[in-house]
């Protein structure tokens, strides 16, 4: 698909995971991507190549948020941007165990630093663009990483508010929310031998799997074409029905 010809986008966090599958796509589709990363070089490489492989073009941009975005815009420059997406997070962890330190690097990461990329971004962005930020399930589900989750409610909120200012502009801004999905941060589901871990999420999402990058990615991908121009504000759920609640049909009580 060549829906993106012409265009260009900045994807945070694209090193690996759902960035990577975004990067990825959004090259498919005939972007040209830049693929922001924090700090493994050799996994920033592997993006950039397996994007080139598939006859896209992208480069990579070296920043750690918790230093702020002024890295990043550097190694951009006056580059002209069509599409934001802000998926870069790290997570937090469970009351009692985050020091005041690690509370402020996971807010510096998760929220901060959207917030300051979108800034940045705005005067290079041209009209018609797309703004996507990444949340996550977790706003709408009690889980034990209080400070992640916070982190998330933040970017919804973020996405619904900054949508009218951009109007006039004809720049979108949208949120997609994933679920459980494969990768790096959800390691626990590797780690559990016996699959259980796996089942457990299995059994409460609606489609009966484990979520996969690619997946959030081609809602990422909707969310760029031109058919989406009248899509704004809004938080796409893209978790395969995670705790939405029984499968199969209603429990009799």
């Known amino acids: 698909m060549t829906d993106l010809a012409g265009k260009t986008a900045l994807v945070t966090g694209a090193s690996r995971g759902i960035g990577r599958a ?38 990579a941009v070296r920043a750690a948020f918790e230093d702020g975005v002024d890295e990043l815009f550097a190694g951009i420059g006056d580059e002209r941007l069509d599409i934001v997406v802000n998926n870069a997070a790290i997570l937090g962890g469970v009351l009692g165990t985050v020091s005041e330190e690690q509370f402020d690097r996971v807010f510096a990461v998760n929220v901060r630093a959207p917030y300051f990329v979108i800034e940045r971004a705005l005067p290079l962005m041209n009209d018609g663009g797309r703004i996507i930020n990444i949340s996550s399930a977790v706003v709408r589900i009690a889980l034990p990483d209080l400070v992640y989750s916070m982190t998330k409610g933040a970017l919804d909120t973020l996405g619904f508010s900054l949508a009218p200012i951009l109007g006039p502009r004809n720049i979108t801004v949208n949120t997609v929310s994933p679920g459980v999905t494969e990768t790096d941060m959800n390691a626990w589901l590797r780690e559990d031998h016996d699959g259980s871990a796996e089942r457990g999420v299995t059994e409460v999402t609606a489609l009966g799997r484990i979520g996969r ?33 029984p499968r199969g049909g209603v429990v009799p009580v």
């Not at 990067?23 to 972007?31: H, P, Q, T």
């Not at 991908?221 to 705790?243: E, K, M």
């Open 22 to 59: 975004i990067a990825v796509r959004l090259a498919a589709d005939g972007a040209r991507v830049i693929v922001h990363y924090a700090r493994n070089d050799e996994l920033a490489e592997e993006t950039v190549a397996e994007i080139e492989r598939g006859g896209g073009r992208a480069y």
């Open 213 to 245: 990058p690619d997946d959030i990615a081609a809602v990422v991908a909707l969310l760029t074409r031109a058919d989406s121009h009248w899509i704004t504000g809004q938080v796409l759920d893209a978790s395969g029905g995670y705790f939405l609640g």
